[in-house]
C-alpha cells in the first residue's frame, strides 16, 4: 500500500535560519506529491505540489520542495525561516483513486 | 467567498451522545471530504462524496455517517459517540476537474467524555 514517511516529528530552528523538511514515499509510478501547512488552531493550506517536470517546484511563502526519484523524497525547504513559519507541515501524496496519503506532520518550532 | 465553513468550532460531548457536524463550501465542488487528525497521525479519511446524493467509506468510516443532501453541504454524524471519537474533524473540498487541490474548512475539536 502506498504510504508517505516524515521521520521527524517536530524539528527547531533558529530564525534566519534555513529549514529543511524531510518526506517520503512509496508509490511505483510517478507519484502526486504535495506539501500542507497547518498554522496552529487553523485548517491546512496547500503550499507546493509535484505531479511532472521540473523537479524542483516553488510554492508560496518562499517554500520550494525537490523531488527526487532516486530517493523516494520530496523535502521541504526555505532559505531563512520567520517567526511566522511556526507551524506543523504535512506530506501527502495521491494514491490511485485521487485520494490523499497523509504523512504523520513535523511541527516546526523556532527560537528567537 | 467564504470556501469552506465548519459548524460548530468546538464542542463537548458525553459518551453515547449523538452530533452532526456541518461542513459547507461555496465554491460549487463536486468532492467533499471528512478527515479526522489525531496526534503523530496525520489525517485520516472518515468518508467523502463525490457528488449531491453519493457517499463512500474513507479508511476510518466505523461510528460515523455522513449524508450530501446538498451539493453545498456534506454532513457527519456521530450516533452514539466514544471517547475514541475525541479529535480534530477537518472537512475539505475539491473541484471535479481539478484533482489535486483539496481546500480545508478551520476544523472541529470534538471532546467527548
Known amino acids: 500500500a502506498q504510504s508517505v514517511t516524515q521521520p521527524d516529528i517536530h524539528i527547531t530552528v533558529s530564525e534566519g535560519a534555513s529549514l529543511e523538511l524531510r518526506c517520503n514515499y512509496s508509490?511505483?509510478?510517478?507519484?502526486?506529491l504535495f506539501w500542507y501547512v497547518q498554522s496552529p488552531g487553523q485548517g491546512l493550506q496547500l503550499l507546493l505540489k509535484?505531479?511532472?517536470?521540473d523537479t524542483l517546484v516553488q510554492g508560496i511563502k518562499g517554500f520550494e520542495a525537490e523531488f527526487k526519484r532516486s530517493q523516494s523524497s520530496f523535502n521541504l525547504r526555505k532559505p531563512s525561516v520567520h517567526w511566522s513559519d511556526a507551524a506543523e507541515y504535512f506530506c501527502?501524496?495521491?494514491?490511485?483513486?485521487?485520494?490523499?496519503?497523509w504523512g504523520a506532520g513535523t511541527k516546526l518550532i523556532i527560537k528567537p | 467567498n467564504a470556501g469552506v465553513t465548519q459548524t460548530p468550532k468546538f464542542r463537548v460531548l458525553k459518551t453515547g451522545q449523538s452530533m452532526t457536524l456541518l461542513c459547507a463550501q461555496d465554491?460549487?465542488?463536486?468532492?467533499m471530504y471528512w478527515y479526522r487528525q489525531d496526534p503523530g497521525m496525520g489525517l485520516r479519511l472518515i468518508h467523502y462524496?463525490?457528488?449531491?446524493?453519493?457517499?463512500a467509506k474513507g479508511e476510518v468510516p466505523d461510528g460515523y455517517n455522513v449524508s450530501r443532501l446538498k451539493k453545498q453541504n456534506f454532513l457527519l454524524g456521530l450516533e452514539s459517540a466514544a471517547p475514541s471519537q475525541t479529535s480534530v474533524y477537518f472537512c475539505?473540498?475539491?473541484?471535479?476537474?481539478?484533482?489535486?487541490?483539496?481546500?480545508f474548512g478551520p476544523g472541529t475539536r470534538l471532546t467527548v467524555t
Open positions: 462524496s463525490v457528488g449531491e446524493g453519493t457517499t
Open positions: 501527502a501524496s495521491l494514491d490511485s483513486n485521487y485520494q490523499l496519503i
Open positions: 508509490y511505483g509510478a510517478t507519484p502526486y
Open positions: 475539505a473540498s475539491r473541484s471535479g476537474t481539478d484533482f489535486y487541490e483539496q481546500y
Open positions: 509535484y505531479f511532472s517536470g
Open positions: 465554491m460549487n465542488h463536486e468532492y
